[in-house]
């Protein structure tokens, strides 16, 4: 992806505080189900607070099969760093701590609704943080990125003890925002 100037984004809608906050809810029964809580039961929880139609279908997969692989089940952990990010651009997390260490899961719980609960508070009363600041963390982050992808390829040390996991997964969540053309399984982070 090329880099763009920061006044093209302002043609592009960033998608809607409800869509948002509803793509954190699905998120948190993902990182859940990642951790081994019972997936049927975060199914059954999507399906009642209306949420199950916004799940995607790599999402679905996940959270619907009776034996995910390692591999999803490891993937579904690290969508908390996405989550970390969308619960920021809600403005429910002051600030991004630097990605070099992973999220603090604490922090996660406490800026959302319970985990089974009713959703409908949270979703209706979510905004989104001003359009340029989620920009400039947006150009941060792919920058960060690109510094970190081109160090591993050109088998140079990561710059400021960045990790990868995490500016891929922050860099996800930046790219659905900022792009709501694209689902969610279909986000790229070319760099």
Known sequence: MADLPSDAFEQLPLRSAPEVARRCLILYAVVAAGHKSPREELVRWLLREALWESVSTEESAFLRSSSPSRQ????????AEALLTLLWALAR???????TGQCDVPLIRSALAPLLGSTSEFISKASIRNEAEI????????QAHWAVRDAVINDRPVPDRYNLEILQERHHALNWLIFPEQGWDDVTTDT
Do not use: F, K
Not at 72 to 79: C, E, F, K, L, V
Not at 93 to 99: D, E, N, V
Not at 135 to 142: F, K, L, P
């Open 72 to 79: 999803q089940m490891i993937g579904a952990t690290w969508r």
């Open 93 to 99: 997390i002051q600030a991004l701590p630097p990605p």
């Open 135 to 142: 920009i400039d963390v947006h150009e941060d982050t792919y």
